[in-house]
C-alpha cells in the first residue's frame, strides 16, 4: 500500500518567500507529525496533529510557521518570509496510535534550500 | 519539559565490534521505540517496547527497556558496515494524548 507521501522533494526559494509543503498521510492514520531536520543533526519536533483535538503547536520555532489538516488527512506545512535558517530537511510522519503500537511511519521528506 | 536524552551522539566502531546507544527521559514512558536513519534516508521503525523490564532482539540488534520504563538500550553485537547510520529512540507520553517525544540520536560510524 501507498505510505507517506511528501511534496515537493526539493524546494529553493529565496529570502523572503513563503512556501507551502505538503504531507499525505496514511489513510486512516489519526496522528500527523511534523519535524525538522537540518544536516546531520536530530529530529525537531514542530507540530502535533492528533484526530479532531487541537493540534500541539510548542514545537513551531516562530509565528512564520503554520500548519493545518485538512479533513483529518492532508497536512500542510506553511513558512512565511523564509530565512537562511530555515533550510533543512522536513519530515511528515503519520500513525494509527492504535492500541498497541504507535509506530510512526515517516515520508521522504522535503529538502528546503532558502538562497 | 518532558525530554528524552541519548548517549553517545556519536560513536566510531571497527567492524565487529560492539556498539550500544542509551537512552533516558525525564518521566515515565507508556513505551519506547527504535528508529534507524541510513544517511540520505528518513527515520525506519525497528521495533517498540512496552513491558518494564522487556528485552527483545532482532539478529544482532538487542533492546531493553528499564524497569522504571524510564531508560532503554540498544545494542549491536558485532556492527557490519550497513550498520551504518543513525538510530534515534523515541519514548511515548500518555499526558493529555499520546505523544511521542524523540531523543537527539547516536550517529553510528562503521570501520571496515
Known amino acids: 500500500g501507498a505510505g507517506v507521501s511528501q511534496s515537493p522533494s526539493n524546494k529553493v526559494t529565496e529570502k523572503g518567500k513563503d512556501v507551502e509543503l505538503r504531507c499525505d498521510p496514511i489513510s486512516g492514520h489519526t496522528a500527523l507529525y511534523w519535524y525538522r531536520q537540518s544536516l546531520g543533526q536530530g529530529l525537531e519536533f514542530l507540530i502535533y496533529f492528533q484526530g479532531n483535538s487541537a493540534p500541539d503547536k510548542s514545537g513551531l520555532p516562530s509565528d512564520r510557521f503554520s500548519a493545518e489538516r485538512t479533513g483529518g488527512s492532508v497536512s500542510t506545512l506553511t513558512i512565511q518570509r523564509t530565512q537562511q535558517e530555515d533550510s533543512a530537511v522536513y519530515l511528515c510522519?503519520?500513525?494509527?496510535?492504535?492500541?498497541?503500537?504507535?509506530?510512526?511511519?515517516f515520508g521522504p521528506g522535503t529538502r528546503l534550500t532558502v538562497l | 519539559g518532558q525530554q528524552v536524552m541519548q548517549i553517545p551522539q556519536y560513536q566510531h566502531v571497527q567492524e565487529g565490534e560492539d556498539f550500544t546507544t542509551y537512552c533516558n527521559s525525564s518521566?515515565?514512558?507508556?513505551?519506547i521505540q527504535w528508529y534507524k536513519q541510513r544517511p540520505g534516508g528518513h527515520p525506519v521503525f525497528l521495533i517498540q517496547l512496552v513491558k518494564s523490564g522487556e528485552v527483545k532482539k532482532q539478529k544482532r540488534l538487542t533492546f531493553q527497556f528499564g524497569e522504571a520504563k524510564k531508560n532503554s538500550s540498544l545494542h549491536i553485537t558485532a556492527t557490519q558496515t550497513t550498520d551504518v547510520g543513525t538510530y534515534f529512540c523515541a519514548g511515548d507520553t500518555n499526558t493529555g494524548g499520546f505523544k511521542t517525544i524523540f531523543g537527539a540520536g547516536t550517529r553510528l560510524f562503521v570501520k571496515a
Open positions: 518521566t515515565t514512558l507508556s513505551n
Open positions: 510522519a503519520s500513525s494509527s496510535v492504535s492500541g498497541y503500537s504507535n509506530e510512526q511511519f
